[in-house]
């Protein structure tokens, strides 16, 4: 016997008996789908997450409710490790194996499997950290999910509603409470500290800055905002937009950063309120992405993206790292995704060496850490930079010859306390932009102007199976169906400026196409025609093929 408290967990599993008819399968964001739906999830969340505590002799872990940009019925939950960092992908598996059992004998016994496939020590402690977002479904998740750490006996830790960078954050700073390398207060309040004092630091001795407002997608960032808004003060001027966390189905509806990236329009709430030259940034309903926007002085609408904002940030890394002195001993680099506008890689590999990755925090994350300093964005909005272990004592150790450089490395010194290295986090990504802009005297426009976006376009085609779609080199190609690339390929060939990848969405059922070109027009074209190709592909019944699809 594995020792696993039986009993407990019998009596209360039979309290959330799995839907009948639904496969969970823990994706690239965690699981997500309904929010009614995952009650059985959630207090089968709660086990694993004991279990992967166990695993780790006691280490910390976190479970954040959230379903993100998601619309508000939606809910989901995922796990955070100890150092911060998404779950390690192995147990990604098991999660999904305990969630679909389908009773609670059967539960029990994928259980046992699982303490004994990872030789999980059950008389270690577990420890968790637990948050939700402000979905109205939040509530019984989250008791769900309490009942199944009574189950399996986890000292667990309420969080309270908060965004899921500050969840990311409270991981790591309990698991370094007391250490040498103590990431900060494990508290909202540390976190609050720790980011408003670096950015204090930083825009020291520079001019005033001028209001920013942000559209806080009606979501928990609304409620983070107005604390860092307190600690700021007139530092950084902060006038907080769609606050409205309880008002019914306001959350990330026509607002937030998901909408404004894919819609690539001004929320209409703001329309009134956005003056021209106005700097603004919309946030996502858990607080983990930010894209910023203004408009110019006919009004037109200006939007500036992952891709802009790893542009800027990593330029002004570049510069700090040489007037340090530390040129060819510090090496930044950045990382991107077959997303990232060809304008900015272009761009970018002109400064610096430049990755493409799949799709998805991890692969971004794990490839940043490859560098001395990683900065990685996806035009999504999602991204953060990593400083090494190694360049972080480098930094500490190093003399600087000049007071310029001493000037440089204080300020280095202050972004890696400014960034939030567990993870892509809207509020301390908003800090280094507005660090940026306040060294460099920029207005948006100012930063708009570092490169002009390629005219793009994405769509979305629903195939029967999505599965039968297969990629390589960070998704720009397709090795499955047979033949396709080569017909995307012929098609492309047309295009002036032309790119075009095709790959299958790790969160919804439907395959993504991306095109560019250098006029708009084209490049809208050259998207319906690859859709076009790879809808016929799949045996799509003609009668239904959306007629754009030229
Ligand atoms: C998830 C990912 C995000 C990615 C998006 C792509 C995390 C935390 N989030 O939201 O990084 O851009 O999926 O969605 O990894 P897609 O596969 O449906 O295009
Ligand atoms: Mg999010």
Request: aromatic letters at 6%; hydrophobic letters at 40%.
């Amino acid at each position: 016997m594995s020792g696993l408290p039986v009993e407990a967990i019998q009596a209360l599993s039979d309290e959330y008996p799995k839907p009948v008819d639904v496969h969970f399968q823990y994706g690239t964001a965690g699981f997500r789908t309904l929010g009614a739906l995952l009650d059985s999830v959630l207090f089968r969340v709660g086990i694993l997450a004991g279990l992967r505590s166990k695993k780790l002799d006691g280490k910390v872990i976190g479970v954040m409710v959230t379903a993100s940009h998601n619309p508000e019925p939606d809910n989901g939950v995922k796990l955070v490790d100890p150092r911060g960092e998404m779950l390690e992908s192995s147990w990604e598996a098991h999660a999904t194996t305990l969630a679909n059992a389908p009773d609670t004998p059967a539960f029990l016994s994928a259980l046992e499997s699982l303490v004994k496939a990872t030789k999980i020590d059950l008389s270690k402690p577990a420890r968790v950290v637990y948050a939700r977002d402000t979905r109205p479904s939040g509530g019984a998740l989250v008791f769900a999910l309490e009942n199944g750490f009574k189950a399996i006996g986890v000292e667990a830790r309420n969080a309270g509603v908060t965004t899921t960078p500050i969840l990311h954050y409270l991981v790591k700073a309990m698991n370094t409470k007391g250490t040498k390398d103590e990431y900060g207060d494990d508290s909202e309040e540390g976190y609050m500290q720790k980011l408003s004092g670096a950015f204090k630091k930083l825009v020291a001795g520079k001019a005033p800055i001028t209001p920013l407002l942000i559209d806080c997608a009606n979501g928990v960032g609304a409620l983070a905002g107005a604390v860092l808004a307190e600690h700021l003060g007139e530092t950084l001027p902060i006038i907080l937009e769609n606050g409205a966390t309880t008002t019914p189905g306001a959350l990330n509806d026509q607002c937030g950063a998901d909408f404004v990236k894919t819609q690539q329009k001004l929320p209409p709430s703001l329309l009134s309120i956005l003056k021209p030259g106005q700097r603004a940034c919309s946030l996502d309903g858990d607080a983990d992405r930010l894209i910023y926007f203004y408009l110019d002085e006919r009004s037109q609408f200006h939007m500036l993206d992952g891709d802009k904002i790893a542009a800027l940030v990593a330029a002004f890394i570049v510069a700090l790292v040489k007037a340090a002195g530390l040129e060819g001993k510090i090496n930044v680099g950045v990382v991107q995704t077959a997303y990232a506008n060809g304008a900015s890689t272009k761009y970018l590999v002109e400064r610096l060496p430049v990755k493409c990755v799949p799709t998805g925090v991890k692969h971004l994350h794990h490839a940043a850490e490859h560098y001395d300093v990683g900065v990685y964005f996806e035009a999504n909005g999602h991204g953060t930079v990593l400083f090494s272990p190694e360049t972080q004592g480098k930094l500490a150790s190093y003399q600087p010859l000049t007071p310029a450089q001493s000037t440089a490395l204080g300020h280095l010194k202050n972004l890696v306390q400014l960034i939030n290295q567990t993870v892509g986090d809207a509020l301390s990504d908003m800090l280094l932009v507005e660090v940026v802009l306040a060294h460099k005297s920029y207005s948006a426009e100012e930063w708009d102007s570092l490169y002009s976006d390629k005219p793009n376009r994405l769509v979305k085609v629903v195939v029967r199976d999505r599965n039968i779609f297969k990629t390589e080199d960070a998704e720009r190609r397709l090795v499955s169906p047979p033949g396709l690339q080569a017909k995307i390929e012929e098609l492309v060939r047309r295009y002036n400026g032309g790119r075009s990848f095709v790959r299958p969405s790790g969160t919804e059922d439907v395959v993504r196409v991306y095109a560019e070109a250098t006029v708009k027009a084209q490049a809208d074209e050259l998207a319906f025609r690859v859709a076009g190709l790879v809808y016929d592909e799949t045996g799509g019944d003609p009668v239904k093929r959306p007629k754009e699809f030229l």
